[in-house]
Each structure stands twice: as structure tokens, then as C-alpha cells.
T-cell receptor, first 115, second 112 residues
Framework: NAGVMQNPRHLVRRRGQEARLRCSPMKGHSHVYWYRQLPEEGLKFMVYLQKENIIDESGMPKERFSAEFPKEGPSILRIQQVVRGDSAAYFC?????????????FGPGTRLTVL | LAKTTQPISMDSYEGQEVNITCSHNNIATNDYITWYQQFPSQGPRFIIQGYKTKVTNEVASLFIPADRKSSTLSLPRVSLSDTAVYYCLVGGQSGGYNKLIFGAGTRLAVHP
């Protein structure tokens, strides 16, 4: 039973390039969350998606950042025209569609470095 | 969402029991208390969750007093591999989902 998969694990981009981060949730999970973590800090919520719907993007920067979770395929976090301040670890988490106090299962993260 | 306060760091030795206390004075009635563990270069891993009294699993125990304004994560007989950052989170579903609010966590260092 595979866990949450993220790729790439490490991504290096130059300023102004685009970064695409992928997340495949656990089997049976239809809820996906994206978080960002700066060094020595806790994770910060960015966006919550269900299949084909963005439910809560209150943690996403207003510009350059977008996320999607299509009907087929992984969830994508896209950062356009990256800047050095975007360097961070980006974690995806998934949870099942239940009403219980849900447990989120995290992927290994993508470490983005902007040169 | 209730704010949590926990020690920035703790040190322990192999074989000892470690107790990490978290304060959450403004916890709401429908909030759960959840602890995650994070190793360097990895995503957080769920450890334990509770609402009140005591919860125990194969990894840890969680003690929650009656007023629920604090909680204590207990790790029995720690080993070097328990060196990690431990996060205490308080919250619950709102609108059918739960965006987790992470603080800085407690950095636990286990020494030989």
C-alpha cells in the first residue's frame, strides 16, 4: 500500500523559471493539502483541494502560485517566475473522504532551491 | 484555531521516558489534539490523536487532563531513532476539512 508520493524530491530552478511539483495521494484518498516549510520552521498551510475543485486556497500567495487536482492524475503545485524566497520544502498530504477527525498522511516533500 | 505552546527543545538519553507537554488554553469543544513527528528531510508522520483522558498506541501515550487545556505526549524508553521534531496540533474539521496549523515544534535530541 503505497503512501503519498511526491516528485521530484529535489528541484533546482533559476530565478524566473517555472516549478511544477507533483503529488499522488494515497489510494482511496480524495483530499489533498499542500504545505510549505521554511528552514527551522513549522509547516504552513497553502491550499486544500478535492478532485477538480479548489476548496481553500487561503494560504496561497496571490500571485505566481496555483494548484490543481484533476480528475485523473496527480495534484500539481505550480510556481511561476520563481524567486529566491520560494526556496523551501513543499509537502503534500492526503486524507480520506470521511467526517471523522481526519488524519493527514504526508509525502516526503519536494525541496525547491531557487538559484 | 487554538494556539499551542510547547518547549523549543528537549534532551534525553537512550532508554529514558520522555514527556513533552503542550499548552492549548483556548481549545474549542470540538477540537482534537494530534501529535506529529518529523525527521530531517522527511514529511511529518502521525503519532497519536486524542480528545480526552488517555490514549495509547504502539508508539506513544497521550495524556489529556479534564480541562483539556494541555496535553502530554509520552514516549517510553526512547532510542536514538526518536531524535526528531515533535509537533502538537489542536483543531478539528471545519467545513468538512482540517487545515493543520503547525507551530515550531519541540526538537528532541536523544543521546547515547
Amino acid at each position: 500500500n503505497a503512501g503519498v508520493m511526491q516528485n521530484p524530491r529535489h528541484l533546482v530552478r533559476r530565478r524566473g523559471q517555472e516549478a511544477r511539483l507533483r503529488c499522488s495521494p494515497m489510494k482511496g484518498h480524495s483530499h489533498v493539502y499542500w504545505y510549505r516549510q521554511l528552514p527551522e520552521e513549522g509547516l504552513k498551510f497553502m491550499v486544500y483541494l478535492q478532485k477538480e475543485n479548489i476548496i481553500d486556497e487561503s494560504g496561497m500567495p496571490k500571485e505566481r502560485f496555483s494548484a490543481e487536482f484533476p480528475k485523473e492524475g496527480p495534484s500539481i503545485l505550480r510556481i511561476q517566475q520563481v524567486v529566491r524566497g520560494d526556496s523551501a520544502a513543499y509537502f503534500c498530504a492526503s486524507s480520506p473522504p470521511t467526517l471523522a477527525a481526519d488524519t493527514q498522511y504526508f509525502g516526503p516533500g519536494t525541496r525547491l532551491t531557487v538559484l | 484555531l487554538a494556539k499551542t505552546t510547547q518547549p523549543i527543545s528537549m534532551d534525553s538519553y537512550e532508554g529514558q521516558e520522555v514527556n513533552i507537554t503542550c499548552s492549548h488554553n483556548n481549545i474549542a469543544t470540538n477540537d482534537y489534539i494530534t501529535w506529529y513527528q518529523q525527521f530531517p528531510s522527511q514529511g511529518p508522520r502521525f503519532i497519536i490523536q486524542g480528545y480526552k483522558t488517555k490514549v495509547t498506541n504502539e508508539v506513544a501515550s497521550l495524556f489529556i487532563p479534564a480541562d483539556r487545556k494541555s496535553s502530554t505526549l509520552s514516549l517510553p524508553r526512547v532510542s536514538l531513532s526518536d531524535t526528531a521534531v515533535y509537533y502538537c496540533l489542536v483543531g478539528g474539521q471545519s467545513g468538512g476539512y482540517n487545515k493543520l496549523i503547525f507551530g515550531a515544534g519541540t526538537r528532541l535530541a536523544v543521546h547515547p
